[in-house]
């Protein structure tokens, strides 16, 4: 118990360093990069003074460290900033009552919608519900189709699993994901009507989006299981067990699987991690899947900086947190093993 | 190992027949049309602001909301065949009268959409707010505007103190949203967007906004009862949603794509639009300081190239306005045409013989905005290196190119190409911010005799003297100055569900669907 407390508060310090690195690097680059969110936000046609003093208000004049300085003493508060263009609505709901003919009372609701400029916050925790269903579903048949052709090219290795495996995993990795998904959403949405896939109006409209991500992750997980059971295979404890007469299915159920899990893990935290965030906004982008990735991709198309920062921290921190809950989830299947 | 047993075969083909019983689609399948309600998806192709206040932004998306949500005293149709005409809505007649006064009777019976009658005070409120410089419609409106208001149902409106006269607002009008006084004074128009137009809002949910037929508007309640607009950034995803159903009406149709819809059964439109794309000569150095170089760069173009490039994006051009313009004219005898001997011989005259001699000259452009700019953009290049001239091609996405487009100082490219759509006939919402020294947004070529052949149409009240001048005297000085060469008018290309009947695309991207119909 001590040790994984020692092992969580150094870790966790190690990530808040990180994190703030990622930040201070994103939002540096952002205002380094040409495309400027005020140019953008109130029209081409704007004059140029109009900009300034709209830029001007936004503090985005200046200094780069007094902006980054500003922001994170708010960011510390839980106050990531307004998205520059993602307006919020909250419903106001207001009685009126009507004097309607004959002296009847007639009540009515008259709804208001009125907008303020989005919190980031808001953004994010409005997308991210959409876009854990998505990656949820993606890794689900990712390992679906991953883990029975892994494990048989794994255990068959240079026989016909392998080579099917190989071959699957080298089309999958071939296919471009924005491709693909157009494929997916001509053939199947728009020519057999089988299944929807634009925006999302319940659970039959992640299928397709998560099928595409399925497609881009599963060669990974096939490729890297199929390898470490090849690999497991060639260890001692096999051949000793085997000479000690245990069942086949018991040294590949209780020592293959369970030591082959151990470099499956890491390329969950570090590979899988970065993969399925970087396809997650793309599959979300083309299949206008509303969820975190759609936001970021056109925030960055329109240089919502407030966004993109409070993405990149949410990014950096789901990839610190994953690879402290990689490591701890290892030390306890090979206790022999410390971070 | 499951066997092919008739069992299992009719297991399937049960299953398939479920299916088919969908109309061969899954039960989770929602189209857009076909819900109960007269009810249209537009395919949004830009988000809107956080801002429902109409004199906050200049963004076209939202320009297209502002149309359906909002009154104007008068629209502008700008079509093909009558360019300068005039529908009244929220005026019933506009006159010029003494003092350069533009003078506007209102009618009685409209009220905003919030239930506060509409009035000349709320034309005074409008007008002097949309087009102080200061907001940033005000790039639209020729100076800060000046309102008297006569009586509840008469105003009169000009430039401040006389600055300019009213009759600039003779179209100007038709693209300037009415709003209340109130709500311009609380600044409640940023939160709500309290109009008088054919449409009321009703929501805004992340990317979905949804809008229901103002059953009092005042030129009939539209039949189509709501309209939805969907944000949908890819292109290629509004084209197969379109296809697949699940939107009905899509805009910024690229060329490739309106011939594969020709095989669809959706309806396709073209409109030639109020944009002119045109090649910006930057003159802050040589070599484009010198008219001549000018002229040379411009008949090394042959536009027809860049017309068969386009294909049905494209429409030809001979000056600097649309056809969709007031003051468009075909005929500018001196607007130079594709001739590489003339190039040649202007090349020579300037001092650069051949091209010889010639700076480096970058050329500018962007992608993923306008349709096929980097690819005329390609052939502009090849054209002008074919004569001598140096061009080095440059293309950036969206927001980097919209950053240095608009640089003025010696960092900006020596050429760069740009459109530029408004919602009006009023030829000056492009003289003026082009290539009057008041403006030079893109140019810096400026010239006195330009800016005096501008500010001479401005100010004749009679509209045929006007057109008169435009065409006779100010469209040969821009020839003749050429501070940009115009390459085409762009051509709008929308899609849409089949069952929509009588809706009108507008020249500058807005849809008009209060005559627009649903058929079964």
Redesign the interface.
């Known amino acids: 118990m001590a040790f994984v407390l020692t092992f969580l508060i150094r870790r966790l310090a190690q990530g808040v360093v990180i994190v703030l690195l990622v930040t201070f690097l994103i939002f540096t680059l952002l205002r380094v990069i040409p495309g400027d969110p005020v140019r953008i936000m109130l029209g081409p046609a704007t004059t140029q003074a109009v900009v300034e003093a709209r830029a001007q208000e936004l503090g985005l004049r200046d200094s780069i460290p007094e902006q980054f300085v500003r922001y994170i003493a708010k960011a510390v508060q839980g106050d990531f900033g307004e998205s520059y263009f993602i307006g919020e609505t909250g419903i106001a709901l207001t009685a009126q009552n009507v004097v309607g003919g004959k002296g009847q009372d007639t009540a009515t609701e008259q709804r208001e919608a009125k907008m303020t400029r989005a919190g980031v916050l808001k953004v994010i925790a409005d997308g991210l519900p959409y876009t854990l269903m998505l990656a949820g579903m993606g890794l689900l048949f990712t390992l679906l189709m991953a883990v029975p052709l892994g494990i048989a090219a794994g255990l068959n290795q240079e026989k016909w699993q392998d080579r099917l495996a190989f071959f699957i995993g080298s089309v999958f990795i071939s296919l471009p994901n924005f491709w693909l998904a157009l494929v997916l959403i001509l053939l199947i949405t728009a020519r057999a009507g089988l299944l929807p896939s634009i925006g999302y109006k319940g659970f039959g409209y992640v299928i397709l989006p998560a099928i595409v991500l399925a497609v881009e992750l599963a060669p990974i997980i096939i490729r890297g299981l199929s390898m470490s059971i090849a690999q497991a295979l060639q260890a001692g404890y096999v051949s000793g067990g085997i000479v000690r007469g245990l069942p086949w299915r018991q040294i590949i159920v209780r020592h293959v699987l369970r030591n082959s899990s151990i470099p499956m893990l890491n390329l969950f935290g570090v590979q899988i991690g970065g993969l399925l965030l970087g396809g997650v906004f793309v599959t979300e982008f083309v299949f206008d899947y509303p969820g975190v990735g759609r936001s970021t991709v056109q925030a960055v198309l329109q240089r919502d900086f407030p966004v993109i920062q409070g993405v990149a921290i949410l990014a950096a921190s789901i990839l610190v947190l994953a690879n402290i809950m990689v490591d701890l989830a290892s030390t306890f299947i090979d206790r022999r093993l410390k971070f | 190992m499951t066997k092919t047993t008739r069992r299992n075969f009719l297991k399937g083909t049960a299953a398939a027949g479920t299916?088919a019983a969908f109309?061969?689609?899954?039960p989770?399948?929602?189209k857009a049309l076909g819900q109960g309600k007269k009810s249209v998806v537009w395919g949004q192709t830009e988000?809107?602001?956080?801002?429902?206040d109409p004199s906050?932004?200049?963004?076209?998306a939202q320009i297209y909301f502002d149309y359906d949500v909002f009154g104007q005293l008068i629209r502008t149709p700008m079509s093909q065949a009558q360019p300068d005409e005039i529908v009244y809505e929220m005026a019933t007649s506009q006159n010029v009268v003494e003092d350069g006064w533009l003078e506007y009777t209102l009618r009685k019976d409209i009220k905003f959409h919030r239930g506060q009658p509409f009035t000349a005070h709320d034309v005074k409120a409008t007008f002097e707010y949309a087009s102080n410089?200061?907001?940033?419609s005000?790039?639209?409106y020729p100076g800060q505007a000046e309102v008297q208001v006569v009586d509840d149902y008469t105003c009169r409106v000009r430039g401040e103190g006389g600055s300019y006269p009213g009759s600039l607002f003779w179209f100007l009008a038709g693209f300037l949203p009415i709003l209340s006084k109130d709500d311009i004074e609380t600044k409640a128009i940023?939160?709500?967007p309290n109009g008088s137009g054919s449409y009321k809002?009703?929501?805004?949910?992340?990317?979905t906004t949804i809008l229901n037929a103002n059953p009092d508007y005042i030129l009939g309640t539209p039949e189509i009862e709501e309209v939805v607009y969907?944000f949908?950034?890819?292109a290629?995803?509004r084209l197969?949603?379109l296809?697949?159903g699940?939107?009905d009406i899509i805009e910024r149709v690229e060329p490739e794509q309106y011939e594969t819809l020709l095989e669809e059964d959706v309806t396709t439109s073209r409109t030639v639009s109020t944009e002119n794309k045109y090649l910006h000569f930057r003159c802050y150095e040589p070599p484009f300081d010198d008219v001549r170089l000018r002229h040379a760069a411009a008949h090394a173009i042959d536009r027809d190239l860049i017309l068969e490039l386009m294909g049905p994006a494209g429409h030809p051009t001979v000056g600097q306005l649309s056809s969709a313009k007031f003051g468009y004219t075909d005929t500018i005898p001196n607007s130079p045409e594709y001739n590489p001997e003339r190039c040649q011989e202007l090349l020579a005259e300037a001092g650069y013989p051949g091209g010889d001699g010639l700076p480096p000259i970058e050329y500018l452009t962007s992608q993923g905005f306008y349709p096929k700019t980097k690819e005329y953009g390609e052939v502009i290049t090849a054209l002008l290196q074919e004569q001598g001239f140096p061009v080095e091609f440059t293309v950036?996405?969206?927001?980097?190119w919209?950053?240095?487009v608009?640089v003025?100082d010696e960092t900006a490219p020596q050429l760069a190409d740009?459109g530029?759509m408004t919602g009006s006939p009023e030829p000056n919402l492009v003289l003026r911010?082009m290539w009057h020294s008041d403006g030079l947004?893109l140019t810096n070529c400026g010239s006195d005799t330009v800016d005096a052949a501008i500010e001479k149409q401005q100010t004749i009240t009679d509209v045929d003297a006007r057109r008169a001048s435009i065409q006779n005297e100010l469209m040969p000085a821009l020839a003749d100055h050429l501070p940009s060469f115009g390459l085409f008018t762009s051509v709008l290309i929308h899609a849409h569900h089949p069952a929509i009947e009588g809706i009108y695309f507008l020249p500058n991207g807005p849809v008009d669907k209060v005559k627009a119909t649903l058929t079964s």
């Open positions: 299916i109309g061969g689609q899954a989770f399948f929602k988000p809107f602001t956080s801002s429902w906050s932004h200049t963004i076209l410089p200061e907001r940033p005000g790039t639209w940023d939160e709500f809002f009703i929501s805004r949910d992340g990317p969907q949908v950034p890819d290629s995803t197969v949603s296809i697949s699940e939107l950036m996405e969206v927001a980097s919209i950053e240095r608009f003025r740009t530029w911010p947004i």
